[in-house]
Protein backbone atom coordinates (compact mmCIF):
# COMPACT_ATOMS: atom_id res chain seq x y z
CA UNK A 1 0.00 0.00 0.00
CA UNK A 2 1.43 3.45 -0.70
CA UNK A 3 0.24 6.66 0.96
CA UNK A 4 0.53 10.13 -0.41
CA UNK A 5 3.65 11.94 0.54
CA UNK A 6 3.85 13.27 4.29
CA UNK A 7 5.74 16.07 5.54
CA UNK A 8 7.19 15.88 8.40
CA UNK A 9 8.56 18.66 11.12
CA UNK A 10 11.80 19.75 11.58
CA UNK A 11 14.05 18.72 14.33
CA UNK A 12 13.96 20.48 16.89
CA UNK A 13 11.25 22.44 16.11
CA UNK A 14 7.19 20.98 16.49
CA UNK A 15 6.19 22.93 13.16
CA UNK A 16 2.57 24.76 12.20
CA UNK A 17 -0.42 22.93 14.40
CA UNK A 18 2.13 20.53 16.68
CA UNK A 19 0.25 19.20 19.55
CA UNK A 20 2.53 20.36 22.07
CA UNK A 21 0.38 23.33 23.03
CA UNK A 22 1.76 25.60 22.20
CA UNK A 23 -0.48 27.11 20.07
CA UNK A 24 -2.66 27.78 23.00
CA UNK A 25 -5.39 25.43 22.21
CA UNK A 26 -5.88 23.13 25.50
CA UNK A 27 -8.16 20.10 24.03
CA UNK A 28 -4.65 18.79 22.97
CA UNK A 29 -4.10 15.01 24.11
CA UNK A 30 -1.60 15.72 27.19
CA UNK A 31 0.35 12.46 26.12
CA UNK A 32 1.75 14.93 23.33
CA UNK A 33 2.78 17.83 25.60
CA UNK A 34 6.15 16.76 25.77
CA UNK A 35 6.69 15.38 22.08
CA UNK A 36 8.89 16.88 19.33
CA UNK A 37 7.70 14.95 16.99
CA UNK A 38 4.83 16.05 14.08
CA UNK A 39 1.48 15.36 15.83
CA UNK A 40 0.34 13.11 12.32
CA UNK A 41 3.47 10.73 13.28
CA UNK A 42 2.48 11.14 16.86
CA UNK A 43 -0.33 10.32 16.24
CA UNK A 44 0.04 7.72 14.34
CA UNK A 45 2.54 5.82 17.23
CA UNK A 46 -0.30 6.28 19.53
CA UNK A 47 -2.90 4.53 17.41
CA UNK A 48 -0.46 1.69 17.45
CA UNK A 49 -0.46 1.70 21.26
CA UNK A 50 3.38 3.56 21.22
CA UNK A 51 3.75 6.09 23.46
CA UNK A 52 5.30 8.93 21.26
CA UNK A 53 7.29 10.56 24.15
CA UNK A 54 8.76 7.49 24.63
CA UNK A 55 9.85 6.38 21.22
CA UNK A 56 11.46 10.30 20.52
CA UNK A 57 13.62 9.45 24.03
CA UNK A 58 14.75 6.03 22.41
CA UNK A 59 15.12 7.82 19.03
CA UNK A 60 17.35 10.56 20.85
CA UNK A 61 19.14 7.87 22.39
CA UNK A 62 20.07 6.02 19.70
CA UNK A 63 21.19 9.07 17.76
CA UNK A 64 23.16 10.38 20.40
CA UNK A 65 25.00 7.32 20.97
CA UNK A 66 25.62 7.30 17.57
CA UNK A 67 27.25 10.44 17.25
CA UNK A 68 28.66 10.73 21.07
CA UNK A 69 27.58 14.09 20.90
CA UNK A 70 29.86 14.78 17.70
CA UNK A 71 29.14 14.88 14.29
CA UNK A 72 28.87 11.94 11.17
CA UNK A 73 32.74 13.14 9.96
CA UNK A 74 32.27 10.85 6.48
CA UNK A 75 29.51 12.38 5.74
CA UNK A 76 30.01 15.69 6.59
CA UNK A 77 33.41 15.70 4.61
CA UNK A 78 31.67 13.88 1.47
CA UNK A 79 28.50 15.44 1.22
CA UNK A 80 27.39 19.04 0.27
CA UNK A 81 25.31 20.61 3.04
CA UNK A 82 22.45 21.23 0.11
CA UNK A 83 22.50 17.36 -1.45
CA UNK A 84 19.00 16.24 -1.26
CA UNK A 85 18.32 12.80 -1.84
CA UNK A 86 15.80 9.77 -1.40
CA UNK A 87 16.59 6.80 0.44
CA UNK A 88 14.39 3.77 0.11
CA UNK A 89 14.05 1.09 3.18
CA UNK A 90 14.04 -2.12 1.25
CA UNK A 91 13.72 -5.71 2.71
CA UNK A 92 16.89 -7.99 1.73
CA UNK A 93 14.48 -11.00 2.92
CA UNK A 94 11.19 -12.14 3.30
CA UNK A 95 9.72 -11.51 6.74
CA UNK A 96 6.56 -9.21 8.39
CA UNK A 97 7.68 -5.51 9.18
CA UNK A 98 7.28 -3.88 12.35
CA UNK A 99 9.04 -0.27 13.63
CA UNK A 100 7.96 1.56 10.22
CA UNK A 101 7.17 4.32 12.23
CA UNK A 102 10.01 4.59 14.83
CA UNK A 103 12.40 4.41 12.11
CA UNK A 104 10.58 7.46 11.04
CA UNK A 105 10.93 9.14 14.76
CA UNK A 106 15.07 8.60 14.21
CA UNK A 107 14.59 10.74 10.88
CA UNK A 108 12.34 13.35 12.39
CA UNK A 109 15.29 13.97 15.70
CA UNK A 110 18.08 13.96 12.98
CA UNK A 111 16.34 16.20 9.91
CA UNK A 112 17.45 19.83 9.98
CA UNK A 113 15.01 20.22 7.45
CA UNK A 114 11.16 18.85 6.35
CA UNK A 115 11.33 15.74 4.89
CA UNK A 116 8.77 14.17 2.96
CA UNK A 117 7.42 9.68 3.39
CA UNK A 118 5.92 7.45 1.05
CA UNK A 119 5.24 4.89 2.60
CA UNK A 120 4.69 1.48 0.73
CA UNK A 121 3.57 -1.17 3.67
CA UNK A 122 2.43 -1.09 7.25
CA UNK A 123 3.90 -2.44 10.35
CA UNK A 124 2.50 -6.15 10.52
CA UNK A 125 2.70 -6.76 6.42
CA UNK A 126 4.29 -9.80 5.16
CA UNK A 127 6.88 -8.84 2.89
CA UNK A 128 9.24 -10.53 -0.05
CA UNK A 129 13.25 -10.40 -0.56
CA UNK A 130 13.27 -6.47 -2.94
CA UNK A 131 10.13 -5.00 -1.21
CA UNK A 132 10.28 -1.16 -0.81
CA UNK A 133 8.93 -0.28 2.85
CA UNK A 134 9.62 3.23 3.10
CA UNK A 135 10.97 5.95 0.99
CA UNK A 136 12.09 8.93 2.35
CA UNK A 137 13.25 12.35 0.70
CA UNK A 138 15.62 14.59 2.81
CA UNK A 139 18.72 16.17 3.07
CA UNK A 140 21.67 13.68 2.46
CA UNK A 141 23.21 14.44 5.38
CA UNK A 142 20.39 13.70 7.45
CA UNK A 143 19.51 10.61 5.68
CA UNK A 144 22.87 8.89 6.01
CA UNK A 145 23.31 10.31 9.84
CA UNK A 146 20.04 8.60 10.69
CA UNK A 147 20.89 5.50 8.70
CA UNK A 148 22.25 2.93 11.41
CA UNK A 149 20.19 3.61 14.24
CA UNK A 150 16.97 3.78 12.16
CA UNK A 151 18.13 0.50 10.97
CA UNK A 152 18.83 -1.18 13.99
CA UNK A 153 15.36 -0.13 15.55
CA UNK A 154 13.99 -1.33 12.18
CA UNK A 155 15.48 -4.65 11.87
CA UNK A 156 15.29 -5.71 15.39
CA UNK A 157 11.74 -5.00 15.70
CA UNK A 158 10.74 -6.78 12.78
CA UNK A 159 12.85 -9.68 13.65
CA UNK A 160 10.56 -10.35 16.53
CA UNK A 161 7.74 -9.53 14.21
CA UNK A 162 8.98 -12.49 11.58
CA UNK A 163 9.91 -14.78 14.36
CA UNK A 164 6.52 -14.43 15.99
CA UNK A 165 4.44 -14.77 12.75
CA UNK A 166 6.38 -18.13 12.51
CA UNK A 167 4.74 -19.56 15.98
CA UNK A 168 1.13 -17.75 15.48
CA UNK A 169 1.30 -19.55 11.51
CA UNK A 170 2.13 -22.81 13.38
CA UNK A 171 -0.76 -22.43 16.20
CA UNK A 172 -3.41 -21.89 13.06
CA UNK A 173 -6.75 -23.03 13.63
CA UNK A 174 -6.12 -23.97 17.34
CA UNK A 175 -7.33 -22.00 20.21
CA UNK A 176 -3.90 -21.18 21.87
CA UNK A 177 -1.89 -17.96 21.00
CA UNK A 178 1.61 -17.12 21.68
CA UNK A 179 2.66 -14.61 24.33
CA UNK A 180 5.66 -13.06 25.20
CA UNK A 181 7.59 -12.36 28.36
CA UNK A 182 9.97 -10.10 30.15
CA UNK A 183 12.80 -10.97 28.58
CA UNK A 184 13.31 -7.98 26.96
CA UNK A 185 16.09 -5.44 25.62
CA UNK A 186 16.47 -3.17 28.53
CA UNK A 187 14.91 0.25 27.52
CA UNK A 188 13.25 -1.26 24.21
CA UNK A 189 10.41 -3.63 26.30
CA UNK A 190 7.62 -1.37 24.70
CA UNK A 191 8.76 -1.67 21.08
CA UNK A 192 9.42 -4.98 21.49
CA UNK A 193 5.97 -6.19 22.76
CA UNK A 194 4.68 -3.86 19.86
CA UNK A 195 6.53 -5.97 17.26
CA UNK A 196 5.08 -9.21 19.21
CA UNK A 197 1.87 -7.74 18.27
CA UNK A 198 2.85 -7.12 14.79
CA UNK A 199 3.65 -10.68 14.46
CA UNK A 200 -0.17 -11.61 15.74
CA UNK A 201 1.30 -12.10 19.07
CA UNK A 202 -0.54 -11.53 22.44
CA UNK A 203 1.59 -9.29 25.35
CA UNK A 204 1.65 -10.56 28.88
CA UNK A 205 2.58 -8.07 31.58
CA UNK A 206 4.14 -5.12 30.38
CA UNK A 207 6.16 -4.75 34.26
CA UNK A 208 6.33 -5.66 37.60
CA UNK A 209 3.25 -3.39 38.78
CA UNK A 210 0.45 -4.04 35.99
CA UNK A 211 -0.08 -7.93 37.00
CA UNK A 212 1.29 -10.51 39.35
CA UNK A 213 3.57 -13.57 38.75
CA UNK A 214 3.94 -16.15 41.18
CA UNK A 215 7.42 -18.09 40.66
CA UNK A 216 9.30 -20.88 42.43
CA UNK A 217 10.93 -18.23 44.73
CA UNK A 218 7.92 -16.71 46.03
CA UNK A 219 6.31 -20.05 46.68
CA UNK A 220 9.96 -20.79 48.82
CA UNK A 221 9.70 -17.76 50.19
CA UNK A 222 5.51 -17.81 51.00
CA UNK A 223 5.89 -21.36 52.71
CA UNK A 224 3.94 -22.53 49.43
CA UNK A 225 1.90 -21.82 46.14
CA UNK A 226 -1.28 -21.34 47.60
CA UNK A 227 0.07 -19.29 50.65
CA UNK A 228 1.69 -17.11 47.71
CA UNK A 229 -1.19 -16.82 45.64
CA UNK A 230 -3.30 -15.62 48.87
CA UNK A 231 -0.60 -13.27 50.11
CA UNK A 232 -0.76 -11.74 46.39
CA UNK A 233 -4.67 -11.61 46.26
CA UNK A 234 -4.84 -10.05 50.13
CA UNK A 235 -2.24 -7.06 49.35
CA UNK A 236 -3.50 -6.50 45.83
CA UNK A 237 -7.02 -7.99 45.44
CA UNK A 238 -7.58 -5.45 41.86
CA UNK A 239 -4.54 -7.00 40.05
CA UNK A 240 -4.50 -10.04 38.04
CA UNK A 241 -2.76 -12.87 39.40
CA UNK A 242 -0.84 -15.64 37.49
CA UNK A 243 0.77 -19.02 39.51
CA UNK A 244 3.28 -20.84 38.19
CA UNK A 245 3.33 -24.52 38.69
CA UNK A 246 5.62 -27.31 38.53
CA UNK A 247 3.22 -30.22 39.28
CA UNK A 248 -0.50 -31.07 38.75
CA UNK A 249 -0.28 -31.23 42.84
CA UNK A 250 0.32 -27.61 43.04
CA UNK A 251 -2.11 -26.85 40.29
CA UNK A 252 -5.25 -28.77 42.68
CA UNK A 253 -3.66 -26.58 45.42
CA UNK A 254 -4.01 -22.92 43.01
CA UNK A 255 -7.38 -24.34 41.40
CA UNK A 256 -9.34 -24.62 45.04
CA UNK A 257 -6.89 -21.28 46.21
CA UNK A 258 -9.31 -19.24 42.96
CA UNK A 259 -6.42 -18.96 40.73
CA UNK A 260 -7.85 -18.25 37.44
CA UNK A 261 -4.78 -18.07 35.67
CA UNK A 262 -1.97 -20.44 36.11
CA UNK A 263 1.37 -20.81 33.91
CA UNK A 264 2.32 -24.76 33.43
CA UNK A 265 6.18 -24.67 34.16
CA UNK A 266 8.19 -27.49 32.01
CA UNK A 267 5.07 -29.54 31.78
CA UNK A 268 4.79 -31.96 28.67
CA UNK A 269 2.13 -32.12 26.21
CA UNK A 270 0.63 -35.26 28.45
CA UNK A 271 0.62 -33.27 31.61
CA UNK A 272 -0.58 -30.44 29.98
CA UNK A 273 -3.50 -32.52 28.26
CA UNK A 274 -4.42 -33.75 32.09
CA UNK A 275 -3.83 -30.22 33.18
CA UNK A 276 -6.74 -29.03 30.94
CA UNK A 277 -9.25 -31.48 32.16
CA UNK A 278 -7.96 -31.17 35.62
CA UNK A 279 -8.93 -27.37 35.26
CA UNK A 280 -11.86 -28.09 33.13
CA UNK A 281 -12.30 -24.75 32.34
CA UNK A 282 -11.99 -23.05 36.11
CA UNK A 283 -8.99 -21.45 34.91
CA UNK A 284 -6.72 -20.38 31.77
CA UNK A 285 -3.85 -22.26 31.19
CA UNK A 286 -0.27 -21.11 30.02
CA UNK A 287 2.30 -23.36 28.82
CA UNK A 288 6.11 -22.67 29.63
CA UNK A 289 8.89 -24.12 28.49
CA UNK A 290 10.52 -27.17 26.57
CA UNK A 291 8.75 -25.25 23.70
CA UNK A 292 9.95 -25.07 20.30
CA UNK A 293 8.54 -24.60 16.89
CA UNK A 294 8.40 -28.08 16.52
CA UNK A 295 6.62 -29.29 19.41
CA UNK A 296 4.35 -25.65 19.78
CA UNK A 297 1.60 -27.10 17.80
CA UNK A 298 1.12 -30.23 20.16
CA UNK A 299 1.45 -28.20 23.20
CA UNK A 300 -1.63 -25.71 21.35
CA UNK A 301 -3.66 -29.10 20.92
CA UNK A 302 -3.94 -30.23 24.64
CA UNK A 303 -6.13 -27.26 24.81
CA UNK A 304 -4.18 -24.82 26.82
CA UNK A 305 -4.55 -20.82 26.03
CA UNK A 306 -1.37 -19.63 25.88
CA UNK A 307 1.82 -20.79 25.19
CA UNK A 308 4.98 -18.72 26.75
CA UNK A 309 8.18 -17.83 24.94
CA UNK A 310 10.62 -15.74 25.52
CA UNK A 311 12.53 -16.42 22.88
CA UNK A 312 10.54 -13.84 20.60
CA UNK A 313 12.20 -11.05 22.08
CA UNK A 314 15.24 -11.93 23.25
CA UNK A 315 16.63 -14.76 20.41
CA UNK A 316 15.10 -13.59 17.53
CA UNK A 317 17.28 -12.47 14.74
CA UNK A 318 17.06 -9.24 12.73
CA UNK A 319 15.13 -9.19 9.61
CA UNK A 320 17.79 -7.92 7.50
CA UNK A 321 16.43 -4.36 5.78
CA UNK A 322 19.16 -1.87 3.65
CA UNK A 323 19.22 1.43 2.96
CA UNK A 324 19.55 2.27 -0.58
CA UNK A 325 20.37 5.87 -1.84
CA UNK A 326 19.12 7.66 -5.05
CA UNK A 327 18.70 11.15 -6.78
CA UNK A 328 15.71 12.89 -5.29
CA UNK A 329 13.01 13.13 -8.09
Known amino acids: MTTPDLPLAPSGGCGDGCACGADGDESHDETYLECGLDPALAQLLADAGLDPVEVEDIANVAIQEDLAHGVDVTTVATIPEDAVATADFTAREAGVVAGLRVAEAVLSVVCTAEFEVERHVEDGDRVEAGDKLLSVTARTRDL??????????????SGVATATRAWTDVLDGTKAEVRDT?????????????????????????????????????????????????AVRERFPDVPIEVEVDT?????????????????????????????ALVAGRATLEASGRLTLDNARA???????????????????ILDIGLDLRAAE
Open 248 to 276: LHQLREVVDAGADLILLDNFTPGECEEAV
Open 299 to 317: YAETGVDYLAVGALTHSSP
Open 182 to 230: RKTTPGLRSLEKFAVRCGGGVNHRMSLSDAALVKDNHVVAAGGVAQAFQ
Open 144 to 157: LTAERSALNLLCRL
